[in-house]
């Protein structure tokens, strides 16, 4: 069993940043691929960016590719892993939830992931 607390979240302007994070309990953080999804009123929850569980590889949804804005980066000594976005922007808004997928790598697949923290609110004003 794994449990996932993210925080980090909150009301940023546009153009603002935010790094969320997102705590692990277990002592098998190691083995899990994790990933950042975001839901926003109305939508269905899609992928933002995914680490897998060794760390090695990283994946990032189309919508974020090629800003470098946005940075998935896991600290397996602290069973942690952040996401770092600046530039943000209104459409931007959204809980953002973090999740856990037994020996995944940087997959996009909700179905790939095992377990889910709560969500942190993340609102960007224009």
């Known amino acids: 069993q794994v449990q996932l607390v993210e925080s980090g979240g909150g009301l940023v302007q546009a153009g603002g940043s935010l790094r969320l994070s997102c705590a692990a309990s277990?002592?098998?953080?190691?083995?899990?691929?994790m990933g950042w999804f975001r839901q926003a009123p109305g939508k269905e929850r899609e992928f933002v960016a995914a680490i897998s569980w060794s760390g090695g590889s990283t994946n990032y949804a189309d919508s974020v590719k090629g800003r470098f804005t946005i940075s998935i980066s896991r600290d397996n000594a602290k069973n942690t892993v952040y996401l770092q976005m600046n530039s943000l922007k209104p459409e931007e808004t959204a809980v953002y939830y973090c999740?856990?997928?037994?020996?995944?790598?940087?997959?996009?697949?909700?179905?790939?992931?095992?377990?889910w923290g709560q969500g942190t609110q993340v609102t960007v004003s224009s």
């Open positions: 277990g002592r098998t953080f190691s083995s899990y691929g």
């Open positions: 999740a856990a997928g037994f020996l995944a790598m940087s997959t996009g697949r909700l179905s790939d992931y095992d377990y």
